[in-house]
């Protein structure tokens, strides 16, 4: 029986791969604690002369884009990133954890997390002065609405506008959940004429059956014009009593033919998408070299309940630094350094299911933190 040799180069190949796979994997038991600097299920695949070579190749290549994706999640439009391109992304990762993967003769193919370091990846943006945003939102109810004639479907079809977005938003990757609902409660009691007669009552409705927060209300509606038909998208997003938070600028284009009426849906749906990030982004963004102070008091029962509260509080996105200014048995006093707008702060806070108000106490000042429920 022949036995063939190992070449050298091909045994420190395998050797340098162990190495790189068991450092990234030390901790790949444990949870991404950030959620925002978590790239999972990235595809990785490669074709090479050895099995380890196309694996080499195909997560060398996985981790730079994961990196790509984690900065166009994060960094506000319009910077220089240039050198945030120019690290080596394995600097700034914790661990990498592998979903599946599999190893042929010549081929690679494997579903990869990457999981950031967020305080490692913060220093990138203190040094090169990049304002970004890592706040992910709650789930935001999406409620697609199509209009054509005198037809306004919701749930019923035809929806392509629902079914355009219901296939987009599985590949989304970024800070903002969008999720359209289902449910027969839902779809008897919300319907898309009801929401174009009450749209305040109806989002509120829909909402609480729901229980979110936040709603996104869009439509698409295709007309008649002089040259053709015409489609038009718009919309709004609204807290969950049905006040409108921001409106969506409305946006239209010319359809030559009624075939390629999904692929314009589709153009319109990835521009809506990418626009409610932008959006989202400026509204909570953090400058790490920008910082403002607010101070902040609430009612507490225990010490344990303060230590539990400053411990959220400190991992807010926006929070430099808390400083206690003063604590009784049922109250606490705390000046909160802040990189970015009391806005962003409000939004955090929003997420751990508080909000914030002017405080009444004239002597102490600044704002009260209150339970939203």
């Known amino acids: 029986m022949l036995v063939k040799e190992k070449s050298s180069n091909s045994i420190i190949l395998s050797i340098v791969l162990m190495l790189t796979i068991f450092t990234l994997s030390a901790h790949a038991n444990e949870a991404c604690e950030y959620e925002a600097f978590l790239i999972a299920n990235h595809h990785a695949e490669a074709e090479a002369s050895t099995g380890n070579l196309a694996r080499k190749q195909a997560t060398d290549e996985a981790l730079k884009s994961a990196w790509?994706?984690?900065?166009?999640?994060?960094?506000?439009a319009g910077q220089d990133i240039t050198p945030l391109m120019q690290i080596e992304p394995i600097n700034v990762v914790l661990y990498m954890r592998v979903q599946n993967e599999t190893v042929?003769?010549?081929?690679?193919?494997?579903?990869?997390?990457?999981?950031?370091?967020?305080?490692?990846?913060?220093q990138l943006f203190r040094e090169y002065n990049i304002a970004y945003a890592e706040l992910v939102s709650d789930r935001i109810m999406l409620l697609p609405i199509f209009i054509s004639g005198d037809r306004t479907n919701l749930?019923?079809?035809?929806?392509?506008?629902?079914?355009?977005?219901?296939?987009i938003l599985p590949d989304h990757n970024g800070l903002v959940q969008l999720s359209i609902p289902s449910g027969l409660i839902l779809e008897r009691r919300i319907t898309g004429q009801g929401i174009i007669a009450d749209p305040k009552s109806a989002?509120?409705?829909?909402?609480?059956?729901?229980?979110?927060?936040?709603?996104l209300l869009t439509?698409?509606?295709?007309?008649?014009?002089?040259?053709?038909?015409?489609?038009?998208?718009?919309?709004?997003?609204?807290d969950r009593d049905g006040n409108q938070l921001a409106e969506l600028?409305?946006?239209s284009m010319p359809v030559t033919n009624s075939t390629d009426l999904p692929k314009y849906l589709?153009?319109?749906?990835?521009?809506?998408?990418?626009?409610?990030?932008?959006?989202?982004?400026?509204?909570?963004?953090v400058d790490l070299?920008?910082?403002?102070m607010m101070r902040l008091s609430v009612t507490i029962t225990s010490l344990e309940e303060w230590f539990q509260l400053l411990t959220r509080l400190e991992n807010l996105s926006p929070v430099e630094t808390v400083q206690l200014r003063q604590l009784s048995a049922d109250e606490a006093v705390m000046d909160i350094t802040i990189n970015g707008s009391p806005e962003a702060m409000d939004y955090a806070l929003e997420q751990l299911g508080f909000r914030i108000e002017s405080n009444p106490d004239t002597s102490v000042g600044g704002f009260v933190l209150i339970n939203r429920n």
Not at 155 to 167: F, H, M, S
Not at 203 to 215: E, F, G, Q, R, W
Not at 289 to 292: D, E, G, L, S, T
């Open 219 to 238: 439509s698409a509606r295709v007309t008649i014009a002089s040259s053709g038909l015409e489609l038009a998208v718009t919309g709004g997003l609204y």
């Open 266 to 285: 589709d153009q319109l749906g990835q521009d809506m998408i990418a626009n409610i990030e932008q959006v989202w982004r400026q509204v909570n963004l």
């Open 249 to 251: 600028e409305e946006t």
């Open 104 to 122: 042929l003769t010549t081929r690679y193919i494997a579903d990869l997390d990457y999981c950031f370091d967020r305080e490692l990846v913060r």
């Open 203 to 215: 989002i509120a409705t829909a909402a609480s059956l729901d229980n979110v927060s936040m709603v």
């Open 68 to 76: 790509r994706k984690l900065i166009n999640r994060l960094v506000i």
């Open 155 to 167: 749930w019923k079809q035809p929806n392509p506008w629902k079914n355009t977005l219901e296939r």
């Open 289 to 292: 070299n920008a910082q403002n």
